[in-house]
């Protein structure tokens, strides 16, 4: 099979399935052996349930998982054609010709091998097989049932039907299945979770009917196989557990949670600071004030940690103002050394860039300048960082030091996507495909660390593209969408998408970031959905001050900024939340209300933590619909109650938000403040 991502169906008569062609075997107390026409298979229960591996780890070197594996103590049984594995509350039941299994947790069967099946033959599609560099894994799927996870989707938070690939990509939009932030982890609400630990691309055909529309046919695109099969009894549980396994996020500085302040771009540092004296002027709220990548790069010789000197001769009376006007301050970067700049060559001299296996040499990234056109600056041929090679990794980390002395606040890591080309080859001996995902993963680890180690108001950035780990060094945020009503239901499913998957801190473009279209609307309602998202950045193509959209929109915004800040109290305790548990700021109905089945299908809205279901409006003209879970549920900021249990419709006024809470609970409100350093003692409770 081709690692192409395309539709046409594989050939599934020529695949030759596993067989267990001997009978398996405890190598050891804890690690079962089964032999195949392809290799050993080795198996193992533990905490995090049924692994299957083909070798052992070797991947750690990636750090991508953090929970180590207790295995439990395994008893066997059985011959070659059938035989049964117990170990704590698992029992799996292996058969032969073709190796097939059945998974059992207290005697409930959790998972199968995919049962369609073919006229002469027991099983239509390969239970397990090997092909090239290729494995596939076909399980079961309920008549019924959803799939969720699979990292950052614009689509439908079920995958059922759909065919996903785990490859990051500079998507240039929320418009299609390619995304930034992925991860090979998928679970249903009836218990089973599937986790491939891999830094390789996974395919998944979830129930994709041009495949099989009753199975999960998944396709690791690596000659080695590690997989985790579990079960958990709800779906809090299951993100929790592989939350164990692959990381939890720390909780954000407290001024994270404030308003971000952007956009492509501030053009001179007069502009930037007109800008931060006008929104002290007209008391907008917010905390950080970001200089977008040309904002303070020279775009022919980025990046190298420089201001570019005929701008910035001199930046730190720039910061020095800023600082003093309370500002937070966020700089962008991105993992890539311009051919122009004598950095390019001393990089190349010690090793530290990605090399191009067919010279040696450091290989030479062209850009694609076709999505550039007149808005965005074509970049110059450049290297890419490889961070595989410690010293690579320790000089990118330690270089970000002078940048946090000046004052900076957070580091915009943008891009990530860049390892495309099977002939770039990295210090780890990986290359291409196999190193494409979790380089990723690699860049956000290396900046965070540098702002652990010295930003003097916490750890905190974001990061554009991510992989299975990447939710251990907050924030992501959600790429480049188009500035229309589609681009922010994209986004909204985008962000709990990315939630459903490990990913408990996000943020969007409020506005949207292509093109400048001046929707006020549009931008009013962007504002009023992001305010009960993790993070909260205004920023696009164009100003995205209040202001500049017309006095209603203007009033709007203002009003929308001032609740989010009062909430501050209420967001903290969430984000801690999401450090010790794994959910997510913004929790889809499906993760929120598992035993609500009516309210799945509502995938626009969404819980902010525990206690604040948010409808946002996502049509020009303020119209609303939606479903409230049972219960009774009073409207935030009014005596209205609502009974749940339905479906409903309204409009929405224009600085209206549709905001609810269960009856009998409260919200902790602070004050209304412009920044998060002014005193926030001052809490009230609604309803009182």
Not at 378 to 400: C, K, M, Q, V
Not at 449 to 462: I, M
């Amino acid at each position: 099979m081709s690692n192409a991502f395309n539709t046409v169906e594989p050939d599934w008569n020529s695949i030759e399935p596993a067989d267990i062609v001997q009978t398996p075997y405890l190598a050891s107390d804890d690690m079962l052996v089964v032999p195949t026409q392809y290799g050993q298979l080795k198996l193992s229960i533990s905490q995090f349930g049924l692994r299957i591996q083909n070798t052992d780890d070797d991947q750690h070197v990636y750090g991508m998982l953090t929970g180590k594996c207790e295995n439990e103590t395994l008893v066997f049984s059985g011959d070659k054609d059938h035989c049964t594995l117990l170990g704590g509350d698992y029992r799996l039941e292996l058969f032969a010709s073709p190796l097939h299994f059945k998974l059992y947790k207290n005697d409930e069967l959790v998972q199968q091998s995919a049962t369609d099946g073919h006229f002469v033959r027991q099983h239509r599609l390969p239970p397990f097989a090997k092909t090239d560099n290729q494995w596939i894994v076909c399980l079961e799927l309920g008549y019924d049932e959803a799939v969720y996870g699979l990292g950052e989707k614009w689509a439908k938070l079920d995958k059922r039907g759909q065919l996903v690939r785990s490859y990051n990509h500079d998507a240039l939009g929320v418009n299609a299945e390619k995304s930034y932030k992925n991860t090979p982890y998928a679970w249903s609400p009836q218990g089973w979770n599937l986790f491939i630990h891999t830094p390789s691309p996974v395919t998944h055909g979830v129930g994709y009917a041009l495949w099989s529309q009753r199975a999960y046919v998944c396709i690791v695109e690596d000659a080695l196989l590690d997989m985790f099969l579990y079960h958990e009894a709800t779906p809090a549980k299951s993100i929790h557990t592989y939350s164990q396994l692959t990381g939890f996020a720390p909780t954000p500085p407290t001024w994270s949670l404030g308003v971000i302040l952007s956009k492509a771009y501030y053009k001179d540092a007069e502009e930037l600071l007109a800008v931060a004296r006008e929104v002290r002027e007209k008391e907008m709220p917010c905390d950080v004030i970001t200089l977008d990548g040309r904002a303070w790069q020279d775009t022919d010789t980025r990046f190298a940690f420089e201001w570019d000197p005929k701008r910035y001769a001199d930046p730190k009376p720039v910061i020095d103002e800023l600082k003093a006007l309370g500002f937070k301050i966020c700089v962008w970067e991105y993992p890539m050394i311009s051919v122009k700049n004598p950095l390019f060559k001393k990089a190349a001299d010690n090793g530290w860039l990605i090399k191009d296996k067919r010279t040696g040499e450091a290989y030479r990234y062209e850009w694609d300048l076709s999505p550039f056109g007149e808005v965005l600056t074509p970049l110059p041929d450049s290297g890419i960082l490889d961070f595989t090679h410690p010293e690579a990794y320790e000089f990118w980390r330690e270089s970000h030091k002078p940048l946090f002395e000046l004052g900076v606040d957070m580091i915009k890591a943008d891009f990530g996507e860049q390892i495309e080309d099977d002939n770039m080859l990295s210090y780890s001996g990986d290359s291409g495909n196999r190193l494409h995902n979790v380089y990723s993963k690699l860049y956000n680890q290396c900046v965070y660390e540098a702002a652990q180690k010295y930003c003097k108001t916490g750890p905190f950035l974001f990061s554009r593209s991510a992989w299975t780990g990447s939710q251990r060094y907050p924030s992501q945020w959600g790429g480049d969408p188009q500035a229309d009503w589609h681009g922010l239901s994209a986004s909204i499913r985008g962000s709990l998408s990315w939630g459903m998957s490990g990913g408990p801190f996000f943020a969007t473009d409020i506005g949207g970031f292509y093109k400048d279209t001046r929707d006020a609307e549009l931008y009013v309602r962007w504002t009023q959905a992001s305010v009960f998202s993790a993070h909260m950045r205004l920023h696009g193509i164009g100003p995205r001050e209040p202001w500049s959209y017309g006095d209603a929109a203007s009033a709007a915004v203002f009003e929308a900024l001032k609740l989010r800040y009062r909430l501050i109290p209420y967001l903290q305790k969430t984000a801690e939340q999401a450090s010790v548990s794994g959910l997510p700021v913004q929790r889809a109905m499906a993760l929120a209300f598992p035993d609500e089945p009516l309210a799945h299908a509502f995938e626009q809205q969404f819980m902010c933590g525990d206690d604040l279901l948010v409808v946002p409006c996502v049509v020009p003209g303020g119209k609303i619909k939606y479903y409230l879970p049972k219960g009774e549920w009073v409207r935030l900021g009014t005596n209205e109650v609502l009974i749940g249990g339905d479906y409903k419709e309204a409009v929405l006024a224009l600085n209206e938000m549709a905001v609810f809470i269960p009856k009998g609970k409260h919200i902790t409100f602070g004050p209304e403040v412009q920044h998060t350093d002014m005193d926030m003692s001052d809490t009230t409770v609604w309803p009182a």
